[in-house]
Structure formats: structure tokens, C-alpha cells
């Protein structure tokens, strides 16, 4: 004889099982975000629990990224894309901000980075507020919303050379290699999202997306030192046009890059001094 | 009592035996290997492919002049014949990536050649670029079943070399030019591709009952069943509306 509670359980069960397949597609059951219920991440010199985290998800998180972290909180329906990006949908596991090649998972330390860090031109805010520890927490939190975490470990990071010295030369090449990889195709020759590209851009998901203005003084998202951006263009924002570049610019180069990039950029900088004194300018490649 | 017994022990014996037939069924050895030929037609009239406007980079302009650029979304030969129709055994229980060559998909003329490319789960393919310009290649898997990735190949860039470890149709496009729209056609097991006259022939197909598969894109799928026998071609053809 079953008692009533194990019926009840081998129905659930069942149900579970039948629907696998039809949820695994579109999106996850609260069944199976629970099994990860020990993920942990490890930053910050912490040890972060899924457990510790979940008050705080549901207190400042799930208004924009969903009680299930499927990136549909209640908040998700009043943003607009281009103008504001939706809420991250953290079942699928695709980030922009990684130090990791395209297509792998980032390290707890971006996680944790771009948490604290914000989405400037998005609704998503600056966490500063947190402690270390609870920012360890978050980190494991939303990573226990996708099962890749389980199946894949996060990519190795791309190593950055030390920053040399930023010359004209190192400028002029920049531009160069500006050119050469058709940064323009979407950016625009001046930097400012006007390529000829531009206008068609859409993300992973269908909505459109504007390329990065580097003229009118906003932040990229991924950070914005010197480091932040080598790795923002040597790595891609996955879920996005923005494509990888390792392939296709040498270590050397990419900072040649990076000291072209600032002088496009409307923040002070060493290298658009050296631009203005000189009178460096964006060079049109097409005749 | 004792009698019950042993006819569960029998019955048991039984089915193991018969499934282990069938299993093995499946796996014979490759020298007596068949295959599975056939047509895939279009019915009706063929729809219209509408010309490319390419106006957005002037190299693709300049590339296609001779031989104008058209949508590949039904390629409809002269004979009725569909082509790019990807066809394979659903529920492919024998060897893992049994394809071995090393595909080229290219981006030539602001397209994609093949428009379709059908793989095994775990063949490794090259992305190459012929073209003048810079393109970027991003599939759109569905992140629950592959993994995706978004890499720039500006002129004489080196190959990317990839694989994809489940069964999935990925589109494929190229934000710059956004008329670049392709396919990974990911199997398990032997495939073909259908030509411009709609014919194919997936080889290697040890004897075995099937059950053919037939997809054309977006998402259109019909099946059929075949016996094959040693060293010989089974026949399945198939019709898209």
C-alpha cells in the first residue's frame, strides 16, 4: 500500500520528468534551479553560498531579474531596448562582461566585478552598498540559476601584457588597426555608434542594440580602464554583436588600440593629448 | 512455486537476448555497410528569392555585380528538386561522430557557402573568410543545448576551427551584414545534404531498420522508414510544401 504521500510525490515526479524536455528549451523549473543549491563561488578572499545569498537576490535582485532569474521581474516589461537594455536572464548563462575567451563562462571575479561595478546606459545599478561577503553570496546565487555552471568551468582569462608607454607611434597604429579590423563597420569613423552597420544591430535575443558611443562621455559597461577595455574587445560581449577580436589583433596591437580608442573618448587622457597636440585624427578608410 | 521461477528466469533470458539482437543489430561491422539514396522535391511553385540589397558595404556591392545575390531560404532547382534539405537517422544509436572530414563553411561574395552545413555532434569544422571585408560570425545556438560564441574575421584572418556537442539547427548570421543568415545542422550518426536537383546519399549506414529524418529550414521536418541491407542503397524520398 502507497501511503498518500508518496502518491503525491510519484506524481510530482512524473510531472517533473514529462516536462523536461518541454521546459529545458524555453525555460527551467524551480525543481531543477533547486538542485544547485550548493553552488558556491569562491572571490574576494570568500567563500560565497547559495543559502546566504537568496534574501538579498529576492530583497534587491528579482524586481529586474525574476524570482527565477529568468531575467522577467516585474520590472523587465517597462524596459525599452535600445535605449534600455532588459534585465540579464541568468538560466542561459551568457555574459558580457568576462575576462574569459567568447563562448566560455566568466570567473567568479567578473561576476563579482560587474555587480559591483553597474551597467552604465541600463537600469542595472551600482551595488556598492554590499559587503564583500554578501557580494560572494549574490555571485553564487546567480550562478546557481543556469546548469552550465555545473556541466562547464568558467574559460581560463586571456592574458594582458603589461601597459607600455603610449608614444604617437603607438597611437598612429592604433588607428591603423582601427581601420584594418573595420572597428568602423559598427562604431562609426569617429566612434560615435554611427557605422554603416549600426542601425540593424540586434542581441542574442532578438532586441535591437546600439554599438558603443566613445564620444559622449558615458562608461562601458565592462569597466573602463585601460585593462578593462584591452579585455572588452579581445574577449566580445557575449549575447551581443560585439565580437572577439583574439584571433585577429596582436597583444602588442591591442594596446596600440586601446591608446586610439582614448583619444576618441571624451575622458581626459594622456593619449588625446598627445592626439590634440599633434592634431591625431580619425582617418576615413573609405575613398 | 519453484515452477514461477524459473519461467522469470526464461522470460528474462528472453528479453536480453532480443535486445541484445536488436542492439547489435544496429552495429555490425562497416564491411558489409548500405546507404540510404533519394529525391527531396518542392510542391507547387517555387516562391520568389528577392534580390539582396548589399548597399550597406560597397565591397559586397562590387562582389556580387556579375551574379546578383538572392535569399537561399528555398532553392528550388529546375527539376522541382529542393535542395539543402539535411538528411539523417533520427535516433542514431551507433558509433559517436562518425563524420570525419573537416567541413569549410565560408563567407564568400557577403554569403555564406554552403548556406546549410549539416555535422555530426563533435566534427570539427572551419569558419574561413574569402572576402575583402571584415565579418563577424555568430551562431545562435539555444544556450540550454550548445554553447554560442561571436568572433570578428576581418580580411585574411586566420580559420576558426569549432565543433558543437549536441544536436541542434543553429542559425548562423553576421551582424555587420545582416542579410548573412546560415545554418549548423547538427546530427548524431551519417548525413547527406540534398544538391540543386534535390538528390542524396547518406553513406555508411550499417544494415538496420531507420527511420530517415528530413529537415528543411526553418524548422520543417518529415520522417520515413527504411530497412537497409548489407552493401546495399535504401530508398527515401521526400516532398516540402
Given amino acids: ?287 | 512455486m519453484k515452477k514461477a521461477q524459473n519461467l522469470v528466469a526464461i522470460v528474462s533470458m528472453l528479453v536480453l537476448v532480443c535486445c541484445g539482437a536488436l542492439l547489435l543489430n544496429q552495429k555490425v561491422s562497416a564491411a558489409g555497410e548500405g546507404k540510404i539514396t533519394g529525391n527531396v522535391k518542392f510542391e507547387g511553385a517555387a516562391p520568389h528569392m528577392r534580390g539582396i540589397d548589399m548597399s550597406k558595404d560597397p565591397y559586397c556591392v562590387k562582389a556580387t555585380s556579375a551574379n546578383p545575390a538572392h535569399m537561399e531560404t528555398t532553392l528550388v532547382g529546375s527539376s522541382g528538386g529542393l535542395e539543402n534539405v539535411v538528411l539523417y537517422i533520427d535516433g542514431w544509436s551507433g558509433d559517436a561522430t562518425v563524420e570525419k572530414n573537416v567541413p569549410i563553411f565560408d563567407q564568400k561574395n557577403c554569403m555564406y557557402v554552403p548556406h546549410v552545413l549539416p555535422l555530426d555532434v563533435n566534427q570539427t569544422f572551419k569558419v574561413t573568410t574569402s572576402d575583402n571585408t571584415a565579418h563577424n560570425i555568430h551562431p545562435l545556438p539555444n544556450p540550454m543545448v550548445n554553447v554560442g560564441w561571436n568572433q570578428s574575421q576581418p580580411p585574411g584572418a586566420p580559420p576558426i576551427e569549432k565543433s558543437w556537442k549536441n544536436p541542434e539547427a543553429i542559425r548562423v548570421q553576421c551582424n555587420i551584414h545582416p542579410w548573412m543568415q546560415g545554418w549548423f545542422v547538427v546530427v548524431k550518426g551519417p548525413y547527406a545534404v540534398s544538391d540543386s536537383s534535390g538528390n542524396y546519399t547518406i553513406n555508411n549506414v550499417p544494415p538496420g531498420s531507420y527511420t530517415v529524418k528530413a529537415w528543411h529550414e526553418p524548422d520543417q521536418t518529415q520522417t520515413q522508414k527504411v530497412t537497409v541491407s548489407a552493401g546495399q542503397a535504401a530508398t527515401a524520398s521526400f516532398s516540402f510544401k
Fill in chain 1, 1 to 287: 500500500m502507497r501511503t498518500g504521500l508518496q502518491k503525491w510525490m510519484l506524481a510530482v515526479g512524473a510531472a517533473a520528468f514529462f516536462m523536461l524536455p518541454l521546459t529545458s528549451r524555453a525555460q527551467l523549473t524551480t525543481l531543477d534551479i533547486a538542485s544547485r543549491d550548493n553552488m558556491q563561488s569562491h572571490v574576494a578572499g570568500h567563500t560565497g553560498h547559495v543559502d546566504d545569498g537568496k534574501d538579498d537576490y529576492h530583497r534587491y535582485c528579482e524586481g529586474c531579474h525574476g524570482d527565477m532569474g529568468d531575467g522577467n521581474g516585474e520590472v523587465a516589461q517597462w524596459l525599452q531596448p535600445p535605449m534600455w537594455p532588459k534585465p540579464r536572464n541568468f538560466q542561459l548563462g551568457v555574459f558580457k562582461c568576462r575576462s574569459t575567451p567568447t563562448g566560455t563562462l566568466p570567473t567568479d571575479d567578473d561576476l563579482f566585478d560587474a555587480i559591483t561595478r553597474g551597467f552604465d546606459r541600463s537600469a542595472m545599478p551600482i551595488w556598492s552598498v554590499f559587503t564583500k561577503y554578501q557580494l560572494a553570496n549574490l555571485v553564487a546565487y546567480v550562478k546557481h540559476f543556469s546548469p552550465r555552471f555545473v556541466s562547464e568551468k568558467p574559460g581560463t582569462p586571456i592574458t594582458i601584457p603589461p601597459e607600455p608607454e603610449v608614444t604617437p607611434e603607438r597611437i598612429k597604429n592604433g588607428r591603423e588597426v582601427f581601420n584594418r579590423v573595420q572597428c568602423w563597420k559598427c562604431h562609426g569613423v569617429q566612434g560615435m555608434a554611427n557605422g554603416p552597420s549600426a542601425s540593424t544591430l540586434q542581441d542574442d535575443l532578438g532586441f535591437p542594440i546600439a554599438p558603443f558611443n566613445f564620444t559622449d562621455g558615458t562608461r562601458p559597461k565592462c569597466g573602463d580602464t585601460d585593462q578593462d577595455i584591452y579585455r572588452i574587445f579581445m574577449t566580445g560581449l557575449d549575447g551581443t554583436p560585439m565580437p572577439s577580436f583574439a584571433d585577429n589583433i596582436k597583444p602588442d596591437e591591442a594596446w596600440d588600440l586601446v591608446f586610439y580608442l582614448r583619444t576618441l573618448m571624451k575622458q581626459p587622457s594622456k593619449a588625446k593629448e598627445i592626439a590634440k597636440t599633434l592634431n591625431l585624427k580619425p582617418v576615413n578608410p573609405n575613398p
